[in-house]
Nanobody, 125 residues
Framework: VQLQASGGGLVQAGGSLRLSCASSGRTFSYYAMGWFRQAPGKEREFVAAISWSGSSTRYADSVKGRFTCSRDHGKKSVYLQMNSLKPEDTAVYYC???????????????????WGQGTEVTVSS
């Protein structure tokens, strides 16, 4: 499975970006998908995740109410809509796939088996 993240860029605080992650795998529909980010000098952290069916999502407290994770099975893609961006959202964002998900999507890196290459998001103040 290959994951290709895109959509990052430079945006002013308060602005929006939509990240996309396209999968090459034929079994995309069975994977839970997650988004993580890593800011310079910091550990990678969980951002959001969505179950294989799309019926369950979970978010880090820092992004609740601002970010929305969704998926499109036909396009084999998952999205992260990011609104009301803050400078502290600046990071490289990674999408990841969990090939053996539980009822709810995981929120740790260890839950995920495949990782994309990352897309950089910079939020200016």
């Amino acid at each position: 499975v290959q994951l290709q993240a895109s959509g990052g860029g430079l945006v002013q605080a308060g602005g929006s970006l939509r990240l996309s992650c396209a999968s090459s795998g034929r079994t995309f529909s069975y994977y839970a998908m997650g988004w993580f980010r890593q800011a310079p000098g910091k550990e990678r952290e969980f951002v959001a995740a969505i179950s294989w069916s799309g019926s369950s999502t979970r978010y880090a407290d820092s992004v609740k109410g601002r970010f929305t994770c969704s998926r499109d099975h036909g396009k084999k893609s998952v999205y992260l809509q990011m609104n009301s961006l803050k400078p502290e959202d600046t990071a490289v964002y990674y999408c990841a796939a969990d090939r053996d998900p539980g009822p709810r999507p995981g929120y740790t890196g260890a839950d995920y088996d495949y990782w994309g290459q990352g897309t950089e998001v910079t939020v200016s103040s």
